[in-house]
């Protein structure tokens, strides 16, 4: 199965566009999509910002989206959505590993979700591209679609069994990758 796995969009039209057409280039089956689907009160701060858009785009993949809640996602926005946006967190088994699927603003390095034997912990919430080996897990952070911070460029992750891809979103360009 290929994952097309993004974060934090804040109501960008223009870069939610932009990373439907790689999850179509790329052939991917699924996505995971962890938070910050829009962005309430900052429009001006994002390029392209429509967040009714950005829901009417991603309503066309409800089927094949994998998502939960970030911390600029607020209840009434899940009228907007024909998929849930409402969760903390998911599972994904894949590839033999156990992935915990989450913003970040709750669970993440400096407080681990309460779960067993999780393999990946996925989070968005920094718009840092990121991937740690800790003793027990590995961290992995998409960065952003649409807002990076840091020295990063919008980005986003595609995982295909145990390999992952972090692409920028201008070019595709893979700019760090690994074996899980």
Same mark, same amino acid.
């Given at each position: 199965?290929r994952?097309?796995?993004a974060s934090?969009?804040?109501?960008s039209?223009?870069?939610?566009?932009k990373?439907?057409?790689w999850?179509?280039e790329?052939?991917?089956?699924?996505?995971?999509?962890?938070?910050?689907?829009l @962005?309430?009160?900052?429009g001006? !701060? $994002?390029p *392209?910002?429509?967040?009714?858009?950005?829901a009417?785009m %991603?309503?066309? @993949?409800?089927?094949?989206?994998? !998502? $939960?809640? *970030?911390?600029?996602?607020?209840?009434?926005?899940q009228? %907007?959505?024909?998929f849930?946006?409402?969760?903390?967190y998911?599972?994904?088994?894949e590839?033999g590993?156990?992935?915990?699927?989450t913003?970040g603003?709750y669970y993440?390095?400096?407080h681990?979700?309460?779960?067993?034997?999780?393999?990946?912990?996925?989070?968005?919430?920094?718009h840092?591209?990121?991937?740690?080996n800790h003793i027990?897990?590995?961290?992995?952070?998409p960065?952003s679609?649409?807002?990076?911070?840091?020295?990063s460029k919008?980005?986003?992750?595609?995982?295909?069994g145990n390999?992952?891809?972090?692409h920028?979103l201008s070019?595709?360009?893979?700019f760090?990758?690994?074996?899980?």
């Amino acid at each position: 199965m290929r994952y097309l796995i993004a974060s934090d969009i804040h109501g960008s039209d223009e870069c939610c566009r932009k990373m439907l057409e790689w999850y179509e280039e790329y052939g991917c089956e699924r996505m995971i999509l962890l938070g910050d689907f829009l @962005y309430h009160g900052h429009g001006g !701060a $994002v390029p *392209g910002y429509d967040s009714k858009a950005v829901a009417e785009m %991603l309503n066309r @993949y409800a089927s094949v989206i994998y !998502a $939960v809640n *970030g911390n600029c996602d607020q209840d009434d926005d899940q009228m %907007l959505f024909d998929f849930s946006i409402q969760a903390d967190y998911i599972l994904i088994p894949e590839g033999g590993k156990t992935y915990f699927c989450t913003h970040g603003h709750y669970y993440n390095c400096g407080h681990l979700p309460p779960v067993m034997g999780i393999d990946v912990l996925l989070t968005g919430h920094t718009h840092v591209p990121a991937c740690e080996n800790h003793i027990d897990y590995i961290y992995c952070n998409p960065g952003s679609v649409s807002l990076p911070r840091g020295m990063s460029k919008k980005s986003f992750m595609i995982l295909e069994g145990n390999h992952l891809e972090w692409h920028a979103l201008s070019d595709g360009h893979i700019f760090m990758q690994t074996d899980l």
